[in-house]
């Protein structure tokens, strides 16, 4: 499943994309591009909810009925289920609305939040999908740019305990926008 890979280093850091299903990943922690009720839905969420169990879906309405609807751009952690992940850190990206409605600072704090929540639990690594580019409708390019800048910049500004960050991407035009966007940078 796994048919294109591509990894650079930063710091300590690995940062790789590969084309892949983000369910199969033994990264420490994956991440669920989730919406604000955490109660799971289509594309990628239903696949993390079908391959992981009651468990995540449990933790999620527990952390609801605590603390509200997650925010857009916030991001909480569960357990990983039946995943080979141990964790899955849910966040919620904003919805395509043209551009001009703060979307790309939005995505940004999803991922930063998301990186941030997995250094303050000391873990070792992480998986991303692309978040925000299916059923949210932010153009794909755009989207690729704001994650690897976001985890380039978060990787470089301080050493944490995360030896890998992964962005695991479906098809391979999604793919191709994050190789494009990594070649960008480095
Ligand atoms: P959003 O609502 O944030 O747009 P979606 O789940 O609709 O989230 O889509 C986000 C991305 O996740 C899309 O590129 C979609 O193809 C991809 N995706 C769907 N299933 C998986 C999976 N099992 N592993 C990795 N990525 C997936």
Same mark, same amino acid.
């Given at each position: 499943m796994?048919?294109?890979?591509?990894?650079?280093?930063?710091?300590?850091?690995?940062?790789?994309?590969?084309?892949?299903?983000?369910?199969?990943?033994?990264?420490?922690?994956?991440?669920n591009?989730?919406?604000?009720?955490?109660?799971?839905?289509?594309?990628?969420?239903?696949?993390?909810?079908?391959?992981?169990? &009651?468990?995540?879906?449990?933790?999620?309405k527990?952390? !609801?009925? %605590?603390?509200? @609807?997650?925010?857009?751009?916030? $991001? *909480?952690?569960?357990?990983?289920?039946?995943?080979?992940?141990?964790?899955?850190?849910?966040?919620?990206?904003?919805?395509?609305?043209?551009?001009?409605?703060g979307e790309?600072?939005?995505?940004?704090s999803?991922?930063?939040?998301?990186?941030?929540?997995?250094a303050?639990?000391?873990?070792?690594?992480?998986?991303?999908? &692309?978040?925000?580019?299916?059923?949210?409708?932010?153009? !794909?390019a %755009?989207?690729? @740019?704001v994650?690897?800048?976001? $985890? *380039?910049?978060f990787?470089?500004?301080?050493?944490?305990?995360?030896?890998?960050?992964?962005f695991?991407?479906?098809?391979?035009?999604?793919?191709?926008?994050?190789s494009?966007?990594?070649?960008?940078?480095?």
């Amino acid at each position: 499943m796994e048919k294109q890979t591509r990894e650079v280093k930063i710091n300590q850091t690995k940062l790789a994309i590969i084309q892949g299903d983000i369910t199969r990943q033994a990264t420490d922690a994956i991440v669920n591009a989730a919406n604000p009720g955490l109660m799971g839905g289509g594309g990628v969420d239903g696949a993390i909810h079908r391959a992981g169990g &009651s468990a995540i879906l449990e933790e999620c309405k527990q952390i !609801v009925a %605590e603390q509200g @609807r997650l925010p857009t751009g916030k $991001a *909480v952690i569960t357990t990983g289920g039946n995943l080979r992940a141990k964790h899955v850190i849910h966040t919620v990206g904003p919805i395509w609305q043209g551009g001009n409605k703060g979307e790309a600072a939005l995505l940004e704090s999803a991922y930063r939040e998301s990186l941030k929540l997995a250094a303050e639990r000391n873990l070792t690594s992480i998986s991303f999908p &692309s978040i925000s580019t299916g059923a949210y409708g932010y153009p !794909v390019a %755009e989207a690729a @740019r704001v994650a690897i800048k976001v $985890a *380039v910049s978060f990787l470089t500004e301080q050493v944490t305990s995360l030896t890998e960050v992964v962005f695991v991407l479906f098809d391979s035009r999604t793919y191709e926008a994050y190789s494009s966007a990594l070649e960008e940078v480095v």
